[in-house]
């Protein structure tokens, strides 16, 4: 199984906010564009036509929300032909989801929820991952959770779980930082040593975020600038993956178009230098 597209650089979610920021003029301050697959795995009316305006511009991504590719319910295969069709119009360079469940007994929760780290849920993901791709005819891309409680049943660590999870179903990863930061925090594990873990090579996309904190609890809810600790991990993330296709993704409290491109010039300079920064040491390295 092979990835397909050589998307490069940093990109925003596309909202419809700024869909006519985007149709009236020319971005140079981004080099690609995230879509929410769902919204546009519709018939026809206004998503698609501004899609196909917009797609004329940018290349794009697309990201999904209901693969539900934990879950215990059979795959929804009108579900999988809609998606495939949208890839075969918007012609991706890779298409993402995420490692949770979504729904059951027919009922989509409209929520990202947690998994077990079992033996026996990593089988079957891995399972249910091979399916789709070989359906889609592409490699999956996916995203690692936050989460807020952990489930008694758990027998691997979630790094490890994800890991492994990489090698037996051959997809990649969308890495999203806030989730780990956030995690890291509802559950007291080191958010490095999870970055640490994560096989380098199959890391396809990074996401960038902000969240809220509730009690004693981080929420990921995707409606605030992303925060210094976020950014710090960021950089380690880098030092460890090296450069990744990075974005920001804001969901709720959007604000005007150039604000999110003021927010990802600044992840343009952690990238730089962070990647600046390690190159002595790979100098180092190569004349010792």
Not at 57 to 83: C, E, Q, W
Not at 173 to 185: A, E, T
Not at 196 to 204: C, D, F, K, Q, T
Request: net charge negative.
């Amino acid at each position: 199984m092979t990835s397909i597209g050589t998307i490069n650089g940093f990109g925003l979610g596309l909202r419809t906010e700024h869909y006519a920021a985007f149709e009236a003029e020319s971005q140079k301050r981004l080099e690609w564009l995230e879509i929410i697959s769902e919204n546009y795995m519709v018939p026809g009316g206004a998503p698609l036509w501004h899609l196909d305006r917009i797609r004329r511009d940018f290349s794009m991504v697309m990201h999904g929300v209901s693969l539900n590719i934990g879950g215990t319910a059979p795959l929804k295969m009108d579900y999988l032909r809609d998606l495939k069709a949208l890839a075969q119009r918007v012609q991706p360079g890779w298409i993402s989801d995420h490692l949770c469940w979504t729904g059951t007994n027919g009922v989509n929760m409209h929520d990202l929820l947690p998994l077990p780290y079992t033996p026996e849920a990593l089988r079957h993901v891995c399972e249910r991952i091979q399916r789709v791709q070989d359906f889609l005819g592409r490699r999956l891309v996916i995203e690692n959770p936050s989460t807020y409680v952990a489930f008694a049943a758990n027998q691997l660590p979630e790094w490890e779980f994800v890991a492994e999870m990489l090698q037996r179903a051959d997809c990649e990863l969308l890495v999203d930082v806030n989730n780990v930061y956030v995690s890291s925090i509802n559950h007291g594990f080191d958010a490095k040593k999870y970055i640490n873990a994560i096989p380098a090579e199959r890391v396809r996309q990074i996401h960038l975020a902000g969240h809220q904190t509730h009690d004693e609890y981080l929420i990921d809810t995707h409606d605030h600038p992303v925060c210094e600790e976020v950014w710090q991990l960021y950089a380690h993330t880098l030092k460890h993956c090296g450069s990744v296709p990075t974005m920001i993704e804001r969901d709720d409290n959007i604000p005007p178009l150039e604000e999110l491109l003021d927010e990802l010039d600044h992840a343009r300079q952690v990238h730089d230098k962070s990647l600046a920064d390690t190159l002595p040491i790979a100098a180092e390295e190569c004349t010792a």
